[in-house]
């Protein structure tokens, strides 16, 4: 679906993104995270909200929340409290949410977008601008537990209820459902960079809710806010607003006020439904927790520090410095954590023999067609880091040709050996044997007379013909190098 041109109304959009941190254990309790276990094994009377239960603060979670502050470059106040947020929900089981209000871990901070983090089909276009999104806050609380619904029936699973949870909110700074995309894309990537948050959204670790707003294009107070639920996947989150954004210039373009309300995503009719009325902050009656103390951040903000990881960006900026990437190749690498990982991991394997452009190049262009073929991830590899370098080692010092390379890798990829002993197994090691090389050269001169004749006549192509049957009669093992010198010096004399 695409937009349709209402360049007389403007677009406001900003997006709460929900992360559950990667900690063993709840935000409250001792009971264990564990994603796809038995519904219902994993629980306490904390976690249940049972009379009396006393909550225990995470300390993980604090550190975690705290570095993704740094990572985004928020404020982090020197004290911070916990609120109890009420209303009732079947999968809120206290009643209540503990969750924070007006004393957040984290204030202030920005997600910048950069060209990649674009969809696809508007990379390289206008609409990939770089730009800087503000954040109002970050805020740490529990997560509920999941509702499921069967065709006659509702089951609820309370495994989940109690998960650390970071909501991150941002500024209504976003203008196209293709900043939006942007934003988390880049959003996510620096909560993975970060070890904060696996943030795979299809199993529920990062969820967004999007409110967004339409207005005449001289109107300068905001349009009316609608938020969208029930958004799974970054390509559904734009593909909802390019439905709602439509749908309220719509109803604008026909006189009809918009009311604000919460509205479904149905990814699979492509349009957005009404959930109900929407609620303000003082409907959920916020107070204190009485059972938790204020947070002093001081010192987390020291073990955050020292945990402090590259970001993304400036990772980007090291590889095309430090070992001659270009900025494409750089850029695809950073993409993904574990890809960039994997990379480095290999270039500490390399010795001056390999250049990193090379081992880059099989990432880019072999190994992630051979995984995407495969339906493997770069962390499900059946090629290792090692391996791989060991391979690009044995083309470049010349013991394999890069098409036998080729051949060695498919290998590799189905039965996990190395590629030494592969092209062992398989007779593959190149002849780089001058006077072996000579004797193929005179055979094939000697039976080609006509194609001699024709090469020292200025026909430059009959050299190539050379050249292939001197592989040929080699078996393909001959170095084509050394094959191309030493016939120019016979053909010469």
Known sequence: MKLENNSSYLVTIGLEVHAQLKTQTKMFCSCALEYGAEPNTHLCPVCLGHPGALPVINQEALYLTTLAGLMLSCEIPSVSKFDRKNYFYPDMPKNYQISQFDQPLCLGGAVSLYERAYPKDVQKTSKANEKKIHLTRIHLEEDVAKSFHFQSTSGIDFNRAGTPLIEIVSEPEISTPEEAFAYLTALRQILIYGNISD???????????????VRPAEQKEFGT??????????????????????????????????????????????ETTL??????????????????????????????KSRMPELPQAKCARLIKEYDLSSYDAGVLTEDYALVTYFEEAIRCTNSKVRPKIVANWIINDLLSALGNASLTIRESPITPEALVELTSLIEQGVISGRQGKEVFLDMMSSK????????????????????????????????????????????????????QVMKQSQGKANPGLVGEILLKKLAS
């Open 417 to 468: 050996k190395s590629p030494s002993i592969i092209v062992q197994e398989k007779g593959l090691q190149q002849v780089s044997d001058t006077s072996a090389i000579e004797v193929f050269c005179d055979t094939v001169m000697s039976a080609h007379p006509s194609v001699v004749t024709d090469f020292k006549s200025g026909k430059e192509s009959a050299l190539n013909f050379l050249k292939g």
């Open 199 to 213: 943030a795979d959204m299809e199993k529920g670790q990062m969820r967004c809710d999007v409110n967004v707003s």
């Open 275 to 304: 959930m109900r009325l929407k609620e303000s902050a003082h409907d959920y009656r916020y107070f204190p927790d009485p059972d938790l103390l204020p947070v002093h951040t001081e010192h987390l903000l020291v073990i955050a």
């Open 225 to 270: 806010k609608i938020e969208l639920k029930n958004l799974n996947s970054i390509s559904g989150v734009r593909r909802a607003l390019i439905f709602e954004i439509q749908r309220q210039c719509d109803i604008l373009a026909r006189g009809e006020k918009l009311s604000q309300e919460t509205r479904r995503w149905d990814d699979d009719r492509g």
